[in-house]
């Protein structure tokens, strides 16, 4: 894990409707933003999270995202009952959240909602509802709630991001540290911003101060309209120092309508493992620069081997995007829908081609992944999904697996193909397509192997597990917790 994604922590806001407005008239600062956040703070929502949390006795305290509010409760809690704690649900996580329809659809971030067994969205006004979840993106920390009201509910509309521009003014409402709803005011300070978080990194940046317990609030342009959900902040300390970043509006509109009308998203697939073109690599293949996503390996039958792309290609355009960076052909390919024919223009031995190609489902590539791999180590079976073993999906070595990730089919181990937010996994820096080889003193050759290794290190008091995970042909130790 980098050191920027170390220190990134969460932090939101609130948000708005589906459909996008026109663009933002560039304008002073005002002289008081007391009639915007007195119109918009009724539709911004505090969320509390509560989850089952049996005996454990001192030892078996529950972890928590650096500075939680509920570190120090719960340590005076164990040392208090030890053995004898109750069995009770008990809160868990703080957020924020916004509605963005007068029927109670509420949006905030996957990470604030995740693996809760029950969601408590609180109304600007003390009532509490609870929520069920719709459906959740964690690819890009997206969340739909929906709450059950006796009346129409408060709500705000979703604006325009792509016309939203560097020095203009935003403000943001939100839950910071449980204190309830908080108003602060700022600037965009940058647009597009990769903060290694996900695959489709697009964040806006902006100094408007937000910290713990914004998580899911929305970022409001002049207007009104909710340009952004807050999402993370870059912080040495813990708390704000200025350097905060939102989803676009652009973005979370389409996600959010995909799990509105599907109960998940359902993005488009080209088929296709890419890494960057360097300078050596451009040299190599005689381009004329860098730019482009160059074709690392073709998934087999998928969309573009069908239309004819192949390992070595450069794609420089795709559906009229010029593709100047590798990290662009992610997120276009994904906001393009499935099934949609689109030209992708590549260079093949300094040839310009351009193929159609027939986008399938990216959702329904991995579903099909995950049912071949099983739960019994890669034979059919019960569907396996992210996080079954410490977070990670793993699947014996195989020349499809091995061909899409571009290794050797006579390694040994297990390959990661999943590795879910948030968990042991992702902490200690493993990522799909690295090669478990053993765990603790073990090889492993199956899933099950490491289950059973994991189990063991439990039954002895451990909190902690050895995994030896080879990279790019480098084997590394990496310690993985096992706490529950």
Not at 209 to 229: A, C, H, K, Q, Y
Not at 292 to 302: E, H, I, K, R, Y
Not at 406 to 417: K, N, T
Not at 463 to 469: G, I, N
Request: proline letters at 7%; hydrophobic letters at 40%.
């Amino acid at each position: 894990m980098t050191k920027l994604r170390a220190i990134l922590t969460a932090a939101v806001l609130l948000g708005g409707q589906l459909a996008l407005s026109g663009p933002v008239a560039a304008r002073g600062a005002p002289d008081s933003f007391a009639d915007l956040a007195e119109r918009l703070a009724p539709a911004v929502v505090s969320i509390t999270t509560e989850s089952f949390m049996p005996n454990m006795g001192k030892e078996g305290m529950p972890e928590f995202p650096e500075g939680s509010p509920f570190e120090d409760l719960f340590r005076q809690f164990f040392e208090r009952y030890g053995d004898s704690a109750p069995q009770e649900r008990i809160p868990v996580a703080l957020g924020s959240g916004f509605i963005i329809d007068p029927n109670g659809y509420v949006v905030t971030n996957n990470h604030v909602i995740e693996q809760a067994d029950a969601i408590i969205v609180r109304l600007d006004n003390g009532r509490e509802l609870e929520a069920t979840v719709v459906g959740v993106d964690p690819k890009t920390d997206i969340a739909l709630l929906k709450v059950e009201a006796d009346e129409p509910l408060p709500y705000v509309n979703f604006g325009d991001s792509s016309v939203v521009r560097v020095g203009d003014w935003v403000l943001a409402i939100g839950n910071p540290f449980g204190f309830g709803n908080s108003v602060t005011a700022g600037i965009i300070s940058a647009r597009q911003r990769d903060i290694q978080s996900g695959p489709y990194d697009d964040y806006l940046q902006t100094d408007a101060p937000i910290n713990r317990g914004n998580s899911g609030g929305p970022l409001f342009n002049m207007d009104g309209e909710v340009v952004g959900v807050n999402t993370a902040i870059y912080s040495p300390s813990g708390g704000s120092v200025g350097i905060g970043f939102a989803v676009p509006s652009t973005l979370v509109t389409r996600i959010v309508g995909q799990l509105r009308d599907f109960g998940r998203t359902k993005r488009g697939w080209l088929g296709v493992r890419i890494q960057a073109v360097t300078p050596e690599i451009a040299e190599g293949f005689g381009l004329p620069d860098s730019g482009g996503a160059l074709v690392a390996s073709v998934t087999p039958d998928g969309p573009a081997e069908r239309a004819g792309l192949e390992s070595g290609d450069v794609i420089v355009r795709f559906d009229d995007n010029p593709i100047d960076e590798m990290r662009e052909l992610p997120r276009v390919v994904a906001d393009t829908d499935v099934g949609q024919t689109v030209e992708v223009v590549i260079i093949r031995n300094g040839q310009e081609m351009t193929f159609d190609v027939e986008l399938g489902e990216l959702e329904a590539f991995e579903d099909q992944l995950a049912a071949e791999m099983g739960s019994d180590g890669g034979m059919t079976g019960t569907k396996k999904t992210p996080g079954d073993v410490l977070g990670m999906d793993l699947v014996p070595m195989n020349a499809e697996i091995a061909q899409q990730y571009g290794l050797d089919p006579a390694s040994e181990g297990l390959v990661v193909v999943a590795v879910a937010p948030g968990s042991p996994a992702e902490r200690a820096d493993i990522a799909p397509g690295d090669i478990v080889l053993q765990v603790g003193q073990s090889p492993v050759s199956a899933p099950g192997d490491v289950s059973s290794e994991v189990d063991a290190a439990r039954d002895r008091g451990a909190k902690s597990v050895v995994v030896l995970v080879e990279r790019a042909g480098d084997a590394e130790f990496r310690a993985v917790s096992i706490a529950e």
